[in-house]
């Protein structure tokens, strides 16, 4: 049964069918779903598709199997990329419109990115960077036909896959008072939830997709880390600090790790990359698709990303909780000393909101905080 609301001061969750239930600990691990494509009409074609769960992939599987004459995939991130390889693995022609710079640019930055913008177009992806799709149409039966892009250009399709990213579950959150947004839900390292007020719930607890903490090896900042590996481990610290007293209970402080397999390379990272100004290929040949390419900011090892040299990085996650300084100071026989070079993380655009949170009284007892809704 759909949770529909929290009501923290009775300790309940709200359900849809009007029932409530009574908690002592609460888990929110309502993760996220794919961000729709914005046009409700054109999303409603028959041939557009999001990925986000099985069923997704199941429809997604079939409709490639058909055969169509071209795939267009919205978004060269993750997602994106690998539904690509894939299209490519069948032989099927595929345009990827991104309206960044390269590939992966808003998780590797730039300079990495470009590495994998070289290994779409090696593979035959019609690679198309700056660029964003103005408009779908379909044809009298609601099917997918054409595709309009921004630099001029229209192409038909007949199916396009949006991978525009993810967007929390955090809706019947709206008015419980917990500090919940397009954001996810606040949580501190113990996964235990923050209120508007900024103050801690100690018997309601966050994790995975849904949960933004502050990391201490990425000064303080709040991360939302949509990877299975933090879900998992989140979910660990959730459940023991929730049947454990205050001082038993752990903070969550794993290192940030991730893969991806695309044109046949595995791509697999730890800490965390846009947290960076400056990368270096600490090892191996960007040339041949097989390095390591470590992430610093600020004089210290932050982050390592791998092209098929996933072995080394436990070694790297070690140097990256040691703060190692940055860049790395070791060097092979083999292999001359690396040159740094920037490492072109965009500036990932704020959230825009006419209002956000108000704070009421005056007296120290009385100030509160509260979240102000659009039209309120």
Request: proline share 6%; aromatic share 8%; net charge negative.
């Amino acid at each position: 049964m759909r949770a529909t609301g929290l009501d923290l001061a009775s300790k309940r969750v709200l359900l849809a069918d009007g029932e409530e239930v009574e908690f002592d600990r609460l888990l929110i691990t309502t993760g996220a779903r794919a961000r729709p494509w914005p046009h409700p009409g054109e999303a409603a074609l028959d041939g557009m598709f999001v990925l986000r769960g099985r069923d997704d992939a199941d429809g997604l599987r079939r409709r490639l199997a058909a055969g169509p004459r071209r795939v267009l995939v919205i978004g060269a991130g993750f997602t994106g990329s690998e539904v690509a390889s894939s299209c490519r693995g069948l032989g099927l022609p595929v345009t990827v419109a991104e309206r960044g710079p390269a590939p992966l640019v808003g998780a590797l930055g730039r300079t990495v990115g470009a590495v994998a913008a070289d290994l779409h177009r090696d593979h035959g992806v019609d690679l198309r960077c700056d660029v964003t799709v103005t408009a779908l149409e379909g044809d009298r039966a609601g099917r997918l036909r054409r595709a309009h892009l921004s630099d001029g250009t229209s192409l038909d399709v007949d199916v396009a896959v949006a991978a525009l990213g993810g967007v929390r579950n955090v809706e019947w959150l709206v008015d419980s008072g917990l500090a919940a947004g397009p954001w996810g839900v606040a949580c501190d390292t113990g996964s235990r939830a923050f209120t508007v007020d900024g103050m801690v719930c100690d018997d309601v607890f966050v994790a995975g997709d849904v949960a933004r903490f502050p990391h201490p090896l990425y000064d303080f900042q709040f991360l939302a880390l949509e990877h299975w590996s933090n879900a998992v481990a989140q979910g660990e610290i959730a459940a023991h600090n929730m049947i454990s007293p205050q001082t038993e209970r752990w903070p969550h402080l794993a290192v940030p790790s991730f893969w991806s397999t695309q044109f046949g390379i595995e791509i697999k990272s730890v800490g965390v990359p846009t947290f960076a100004d400056e990368v270096v290929i600490a090892q191996g040949s960007v040339a041949d698709r097989r390095f390591i390419a470590v992430y610093g900011c600020r004089g210290r090892v932050t982050a390592a990303v791998a092209f098929d040299q996933g072995k080394w990085l436990d070694f790297y996650q070690g140097l990256i909780e040691r703060a190692a300084p940055f860049p790395p100071d070791f060097r092979r026989v083999d292999q001359p000393a690396a040159r740094t070079m920037p490492a072109e993380i965009p500036d990932r655009p704020a959230l825009v909101r006419e209002a956000t949170v108000m704070v009421t009284g005056h007296d120290p007892s009385a100030r509160r905080a509260r979240f102000v809704q659009a039209g309120r």
